[in-house]
Structures are given as structure tokens and as C-alpha cells.
């Protein structure tokens, strides 16, 4: 059975970093990636990374910012949150793409001004 578990969302102040970690069980994928939905909007992507280590995708509103990562060791996509904003609050979903699309249950992240 595949199962993502996001774990390091939190409350932090602007200018404050996050990490953020999903582990995968059940098989290894491919591509993993971050999504991100806040209040009233749509789900967006985020960044997403190839098990080799090349990344993909990053959105426009967070590059130079956040960085996607991955440990095939541990089957892990990570996601380093630097420079938080306000505008960054949402819930942070990891999916992992094979024949379907398999999503985490989603970790809050909530920067105040």
C-alpha cells in the first residue's frame, strides 16, 4: 500500500524558513513533487524533482526561495522554505506520480506578517 506522510509544516513569522519532508512507503516513484492550496484557491504546483535529482518545475512565486530535494535513501522529497511570506500560507500537499497520482494528507503552513 503507497502512502505519503508530509511532516514540518508550522506557524513562523515572515523572513522565517521551513523544511518541509514527505516520506513515500509501499514503492519508489519517479517524480515527486509539492503543491500547495490556501484558503479560497486553487490547488497550484509548487515544484516537483525527478529521482535524479533534476528538478523539473518551480513556480515563478517562490524560486530563489524554496528548494526541492530528494533522498532516494530514505524515499523522501524535501522542500526547503526560505524567506517565508504571508502570501505562502496553504496547505502543503507531496504527490508522487506512477500510473496514478498518489497525494499526502497535507501539512499547514502558515506565515504571519
Known amino acids: 500500500q503507497v502512502q505519503l506522510v508530509e511532516s514540518g509544516g508550522g506557524l513562523v513569522q515572515a523572513g522565517d524558513s521551513l523544511r518541509l519532508s514527505c516520506a513515500a512507503s509501499?514503492?519508489?516513484?519517479?517524480?515527486m513533487g509539492w503543491f500547495r492550496q490556501a484558503p479560497g484557491k486553487e490547488r497550484e504546483s509548487v515544484a516537483s524533482i525527478l529521482r535524479s535529482g533534476y528538478v523539473t518545475y518551480i513556480a515563478d512565486s517562490v524560486k530563489g526561495r524554496f528548494t526541492i530535494s530528494r533522498d532516494n535513501a530514505k524515499n523522501t522529497v524535501n522542500l526547503q522554505m526560505n524567506s517565508l511570506k504571508p502570501e505562502d500560507t496553504a496547505v502543503y500537499y507531496c504527490?508522487?506520480?506512477?500510473?496514478?497520482?498518489?497525494w499526502g494528507q497535507g501539512t499547514q503552513v502558515t506565515v504571519s506578517s
Open positions: 504527490n508522487a506520480i506512477s500510473v496514478i497520482t498518489y
Open positions: 509501499g514503492r519508489t516513484f519517479n517524480a
